[in-house]
């Protein structure tokens, strides 16, 4: 049996980072395809009246510290030892995101996702700077000033708005969001569940 598998993610998070160096693994595991579904995460906080966790917590130093550990933790057990906190975090994914609407309707969505995930977290790049963006993307073989000239296609706009939308009326309320089926599962800590029920679907 085959099982869906839909990961809704936006590069603007590093646990989505996390999550996105890991997947592989789970497939070879399960046998399971995840389906990359981007979403403006700004939107789904701004619909859920959620907001991130360097907000949430902010006068809570000792979960800020706790959450700080557990990444470490997960960085540590997965080996991902390219990881590097973003010095322009926050930044805006608007046109990434886009981006990534523009390279799944052109056939090259991996390629893309790898190049802007490895920009943000592994090279600290500055990823809602357009000239970078562009730069990023050719590095990588793609047409750069294509994908920004079409992310401000209407058409693309609104096919973000969408997914986001759509995600929310799920139950997505954050990044990242796993569904398996129709089973929801938040957070990259949830991953072993999401392999579990994986193997119980199928």
Not at 75 to 83: A, D, G, R
Not at 107 to 119: I, K, N
Request: proline share 4%; glycine share 6%; with cysteine.
């Amino acid at each position: 049996m085959t099982v869906k598998v839909e990961f809704h993610y936006d590069f603007g998070s590093p646990n989505c980072y996390l999550v996105h160096k890991v997947i592989p693994d789970i497939e070879t595991r399960t046998g399971a395809k995840f389906s990359y579904f981007p979403i403006l995460l700004g939107g789904v906080f701004k619909l859920t009246n959620n907001k991130s966790p360097i907000q949430q917590f902010e006068g809570i130093p000792l979960k800020m510290e706790y959450m700080h550990l557990e990444t470490r933790r997960f960085i540590e057990e997965h080996k991902l030892t390219k990881y590097a906190m973003n010095p322009h975090f926050p930044v805006n994914t608007v046109q990434i995101m886009r981006g990534a609407i523009v390279a799944e309707d052109e056939g090259y969505s991996a390629a893309y996702r790898d190049a802007v995930f490895t920009a943000m977290w592994e090279e600290e790049k500055k990823m809602d700077d357009p000239e970078v963006i562009s730069s990023v993307l050719g590095a990588a073989g793609l047409d750069g000033a294509h994908i920004l000239e079409r992310a401000q296609d209407q058409a693309v706009k609104e096919a973000l708005i969408k997914n986001t939308n759509a995600s929310v009326e799920r139950g997505c309320f954050g990044a990242p969001t796993f569904f398996v089926g129709n089973e929801i599962f938040f957070g990259k800590d949830r991953l072993e569940v999401v392999e579990k029920e994986i193997l119980r679907q199928r």
